[in-house]
Nanobody, 118 residues
Framework: QVEVVESGGGLVQAGGSLRLSCAAS????????MGWYRQAPGKQRELVAH???????SYADSVKGRITISRDIFRKMVYLQMNSLKAEDTARYYC????????????WGQGTQVTVSS
């Protein structure tokens, strides 16, 4: 059973920083893409950032320049460094892993809550 487990959420003031961590239970090279999504109350889940097998990164327009996704291959970790946080970044953040194998469902963590006070 593959797992991805998030940590690092919390309460922070606007303008502050947080680093979220996603721990995978197996090599991150097992996945074609790993990413972070978020869901605020009453809103749909949206992609924040992702990093591909080759290391290419992509970001939502709303977070460009403030948020950075990175990975530690040896520790099987993916990180989301969030700076200059805004109240609108408040959401539950989820780690997602898309397996290389076709037809295998994506993996989701339970999420970690980020609350930004204005």
């Amino acid at each position: 059973q593959v797992e991805v487990v998030e940590s690092g959420g919390g309460l922070v003031q606007a303008g502050g920083s947080l680093r979220l961590s996603c721990a995978a239970s197996r090599s991150i090279f097992s996945f074609s893409v790993m990413g972070w999504y978020r869901q605020a109350p009453g809103k749909q889940r949206e992609l924040v950032a992702h990093i591909t097998y080759s290391g290419t990164t992509s970001y939502a327009d709303s977070v460009k320049g403030r948020i950075t996704i990175s990975r530690d291959i040896f520790r099987k970790m993916v990180y989301l460094q969030m700076n200059s946080l805004k109240a609108e970044d408040t959401a539950r953040y989820y780690c997602n892993a898309r397996p290389l194998q076709a037809g295998v469902p994506e993996y989701w963590g339970q999420g970690t809550q980020v609350t930004v006070s204005s």
